[in-house]
């Protein structure tokens, strides 16, 4: 696209601009260098291969694509950036995954499969005054070096029935408040 070569020139130069800097003084500065402009009728470029189209369209029907385009834009920037603030600010819920009791790390060495349940979303909602104070607190500084949170926590309020199974050497164990049965902010 660029081949490298470009020409520079003090001003853009017109036949009266020329005769008076010839006749002026050097006590001016120069001027920066200014690349020349682009042409439009060469053979390939981007310019003259979209010139003849844009001129078809109508002042309004250019604006509405420009801004289409702009919009576009933004969107493909904000893309990835939008839709995790979005999976950010999903409510306090009760999800599920079905997973086998070995994955669950509790120890167990067994093949059988549950129903886990578990809580996962923001509080944001739930804001107390003491999550407000502590916010302002831990800003300021007054609050340090404390693992303190300053917002409520989507947790478990009930856990659903105990969860009984056999492992791999045919033991039968029970285990209590597995999963969540009701999620809320705390």
Request: include cysteine; charge should be positive.
């Amino acid at each position: 696209m660029l081949n490298g070569s470009r020409k520079y020139s003090p001003v853009p130069s017109s036949p009266a601009s020329r005769a008076s800097s010839s006749s002026s003084s050097s006590s001016s500065p120069p001027a920066a260098p200014r690349r020349s402009p682009r042409a439009l009728d060469r053979p390939g470029s981007l310019l003259s291969q979209y010139g003849a189209l844009l001129e078809s369209y109508t002042e309004g029907e250019l604006r509405r694509l420009l801004g289409a385009l702009v919009e576009r834009r933004r969107g493909a920037k904000a893309g990835g950036r939008a839709k995790r603030a979005r999976a950010r600010h999903k409510p306090c819920a009760l999800q599920q995954l079905e997973v086998s009791v070995s994955e669950l790390g509790l120890g167990y060495e067994s093949d059988e499969t549950v129903l886990f349940r578990y809580c996962s979303g923001t509080c944001d909602g739930a804001l107390r005054s003491y999550d407000l104070s502590l916010r302002s607190m831990r800003s300021s500084r007054r609050i340090r070096k404390e693992k303190v949170r300053a917002r409520p926590c989507c947790r478990p309020l009930a856990y659903d029935d105990d969860v009984s199974f056999l492992d791999t050497y045919n033991r039968y164990y029970t285990v209590n408040e597995l999963s969540a049965k009701e999620c809320g902010c705390v």
